[in-house]
């Protein structure tokens, strides 16, 4: 009655972070939802952390969303209509705040993935993460 092998290491997906340099983001794949991973540089901490709270259509600090502060790990699904947001990729459009954007309907994120401009209700989700090393994530 317990879950196979198979169906336990679908589970998680482990991280090596090593390889991604500062100003890199990537993609992964954790339970079919892309995970964005976000190697952030000192620029980008500062203007997450410099945003009012009252600026903010869902608000949560930047320090609430992540567990390392150069590293932002978020599920890349816009929370407006499960669209696939713009940024991750060198060249992407990045919204209007440096984050992410959603073409498809217009939301803009922040460098905290927060909401700050169009339909989408709720920030990027946070998995549930935790490092097993300094430079290796687990997810789920």
Not at 5 to 31: K, M, Y
Not at 59 to 73: C, G, H, M, N, S
Not at 122 to 128: A, E, G, S, T, V
Request: glycine letters at 10%; one cysteine or more; charged letters at 25%.
């Amino acid at each position: 009655m317990n879950p196979s092998a198979e169906v336990r290491a679908l589970s998680s997906t482990e991280v090596d972070l090593q390889p991604v340099e500062v100003g890199q983001r990537i993609t992964v794949v954790w339970r079919g939802k892309p995970i964005f991973i976000d190697h952030r540089p000192q620029k980008a901490i500062d203007e997450a952390r410099g945003v009012p709270l009252d600026d903010l259509p869902d608000p949560q600090t930047d320090e609430e969303r992540v567990k390392k502060a150069e590293w932002l790990i978020m599920i890349g699904i816009c929370t407006h209509l499960g669209c696939i947001p713009k940024g991750q990729a060198p060249g992407d459009p990045v919204g209007e705040f440096g984050g992410w954007f959603c073409p498809c309907h217009g939301s803009h994120y922040d460098t905290a993935g927060r909401i700050r401009k169009g339909p989408a209700p709720k920030n990027l989700f946070i998995p549930p993460y935790d490092f097993s090393t300094d430079t290796s994530i687990v997810i789920g």
